[in-house]
T-cell receptor, first 115, second 112 residues
Framework: EAQVTQNPRYLITVTGKKLTVTCSQNMNHEYMSWYRQDPGLGLRQIYYSMNVEVTDKGDVPEGYKVSRKEKRNFPLILESPSPNQTSLYFC??????????????FGEGSRLTVL | EDKVVQSPLSLVVHEGDTVTLNCSYEVTNFRSLLWYKQEKKAPTFLFMLTSSGIEKKSGRLSSILDKKELSSILNITATQTGDSAIYLCAVALTGGGNKLTFGTGTQLKVEL
């Protein structure tokens, strides 16, 4: 089954404790991206990757890091989480022929709470 | 600043009703407008509309892009309880990042 898999799905952590949210897709997609979703603000892009070893900032990259060492994986790293990073996070992927028009495949989401 | 605005924020209807959801946008470098449905998990793709394809239909759902008014509507006829979800409108821009600019969504609840 074609899917985007995120882990963990739920996490409660404390300020300053480094964490990684993993994202893996099995569709051989070149493009991957991270979004966060907050009430009243909608989905906002954090980082994206056009292909292996190619990453760039989205609208809200502060406090986050990413890497793209393999085509299928795109982990999101919070080096020193803070309470304002409490949010619902989505990983998304797409093929090059679809991404230009905006069709993305989303993961199930990871709900992160930072105390 | 690019902006996508959806209305209403939420609505409650009864099964069988027809609903119209609205989306307006102010963006530079428009490429396409998309509708996604978000139930209790991942947003799933519904429609993509471009300047060359301004009307789409799939079953009870249909969508129209008004290029002049910079807006779109999503119609759902004969609503069912399974249509209850958040409906997200997004605009894809040309240029770097293939970023989608999302609206905050319309929460639809369909009651028996």
């Amino acid at each position: 089954e074609a899917q985007v898999t995120q882990n963990p799905r739920y996490l409660i952590t404390v300020t300053g404790k480094k964490l990684t949210v993993t994202c893996s897709q099995n569709m051989n997609h070149e493009y991957m991206s991270w979004y966060r979703q907050d009430p009243g603000l909608g989905l906002r892009q954090i980082y994206y990757s056009m292909n292996v070893e190619v990453t760039d900032k989205g609208d809200v990259p502060e406090g986050y890091k990413v890497s793209r060492k393999e085509k299928r994986n795109f982990p999101l790293i919070l080096e020193s989480p803070s309470p304002n990073q409490t949010s619902l996070y989505f990983c998304a992927s797409s093929s090059n022929d679809r991404v230009a028009t905006g069709e993305l495949f989303f993961g199930e989401g990871s709900r992160l709470t930072v105390l | 600043e690019d902006k996508v605005v959806q209305s209403p924020l939420s609505l409650v209807v009864h099964e069988g009703d027809t609903v119209t959801l609205n989306c307006s946008y102010e963006v530079t470098n428009f490429r396409s407008l998309l509708w996604y449905k978000q139930e209790k998990k991942a947003p799933t793709f519904l429609f993509m509309l471009t300047s060359s394809g301004i009307e789409k239909k799939s079953g009870r759902l249909s969508s129209i892009l008004d290029k002049k008014e910079l807006s779109s509507i999503l119609n759902i006829t004969a609503t069912q309880t399974g249509d209850s979800a958040i409906y997200l409108c997004a605009v894809a821009l040309t240029g770097g990042g293939n970023k989608l600019t999302f609206g905050t969504g319309t929460q639809l609840k369909v009651e028996l």
